[in-house]
C-alpha cells in the first residue's frame, strides 16, 4: 500500500502550469522523440530533458504499455502506431476549423487557399478551398509531397537550421517534377535564405508546369503549419504577387491569434 499512495501522489503531482506534471513529463518526451526522428535512446532523452534516467525509464514504460511508444529490439524506443490515428483525426479537424480562414484568402485573391504542415520529412495538405476560377488548382486534402518543390515546404522549413534541412533532403532525395525544381541541398537553402529576406516562398512552376504558388508559414503554430495560395502562371504574376503576400501574411497572423486564444481557453 505505501507503494501504492505514493506512486499515485507522484502522477498527481502539480507542474507549475497547473497540470499534472507526469502527464507534461511524457508529452515533452513524445516530442523530444518527434524532434530527434522518431527514436532514441534513454541516455539521450535524458541528456536533451535534464530528467533522470529513472523518471524517464518510468514513463517510457507507461507510453509503451499504452501503445504510443514502442521498444526496438535495439533497446531504443520509438514512437507508437497509436500515435497515427491521433495525428490524423487531429490533422483533420485542424483542416476544418482554418476552412473559414482559406475562404477569405479565396475570396480576396481569387486564387485556392491550401494549408499544409510538415509531417516527419513530408509536407502533407489538411484543407483546401477552390477558387471560383473555372481554370483553378486543386489538390487532394491528404497528399503527401517533398517539401524542396513546394512553396509551403520553403515556408515551413525556412527557419529550421541549415543542418538539419540537410539531414531532411538527404533522407528524401530531391528528385526533379519539373525542369525548374531545385534539385541541390545549396539551392534550396539559397531559396530558404530568399524565404527569410521576403517573408514569403514561391514555387514558381517546380512541383507543375504553368502553377505558381505563394505560401506563409502561420507563425507561432503549435505544429509546423503553413498556408498558400496557388493558380495559373498567367494570374499569379510578379505584381499579382505584390497584392496576395500582404493578405497571405495577414490571415496567417489572424489564424496564429486564433490558435492561441483556442489553446489559452483549452488550458483554463
Not at 486564387?111 to 509531417?119: F, G, R, S, Y
Not at 537553402?189 to 521576403?198: K, N, Y
Not at 514569403?200 to 504558388?213: F, H, K, L, S, T
Amino acid at each position: 500500500m505505501p507503494t501504492s499512495d505514493a506512486s499515485t501522489t507522484d502522477a498527481a503531482k502539480s507542474a507549475p502550469s497547473g497540470g499534472v506534471q507526469s502527464l507534461e513529463r511524457a508529452f515533452d518526451l513524445l516530442e523530444r522523440m518527434a524532434d530527434a526522428g522518431g527514436e532514441v535512446g534513454l541516455s539521450e532523452l535524458s541528456a536533451s530533458s535534464g530528467l533522470p534516467l529513472p523518471t524517464i525509464h518510468r514513463l517510457m514504460r507507461t507510453l509503451v504499455s499504452c501503445g504510443y511508444v514502442r521498444q526496438q529490439p535495439n533497446r531504443r524506443y520509438a514512437l507508437g502506431p497509436r500515435l497515427i490515428r491521433l495525428g490524423e483525426s487531429s490533422a483533420r479537424l485542424l483542416g476544418t476549423w482554418a476552412r473559414p480562414y482559406l475562404a477569405r484568402l479565396v475570396e480576396e485573391t481569387g486564387e485556392t487557399a491550401n494549408m499544409a504542415l510538415l509531417d516527419g520529412d513530408e509536407i502533407v495538405y489538411v484543407a483546401q478551398v477552390p477558387s471560383k476560377h473555372s481554370m483553378r488548382m486543386f489538390t487532394e486534402v491528404g497528399r503527401r509531397v517533398l517539401p524542396h518543390s513546394t512553396g509551403v515546404g520553403k515556408a515551413l522549413l525556412a527557419h529550421t537550421p541549415a543542418g538539419e534541412v540537410r539531414s531532411l533532403l538527404a533522407r528524401t532525395g530531391m528528385p526533379a517534377a519539373t525542369e525548374k525544381t531545385i534539385t541541390t541541398p545549396d539551392g534550396f537553402l539559397d531559396a530558404l535564405e530568399e524565404v527569410r529576406r521576403s517573408g514569403y516562398a514561391v514555387d514558381d512552376n517546380e512541383q507543375e508546369i504553368g502553377v505558381r504558388c505563394l505560401a506563409v508559414p502561420v507563425p507561432d503554430s503549435p505544429t509546423a503549419a503553413a498556408i498558400s495560395i496557388s493558380g495559373p502562371a498567367g494570374r499569379v504574376t510578379e505584381a499579382a504577387t505584390d497584392k496576395i503576400v500582404p493578405v497571405l501574411q495577414q490571415v496567417a497572423r489572424e489564424l496564429s491569434e486564433a490558435l492561441a486564444s483556442s489553446g489559452a481557453g483549452a488550458g483554463s
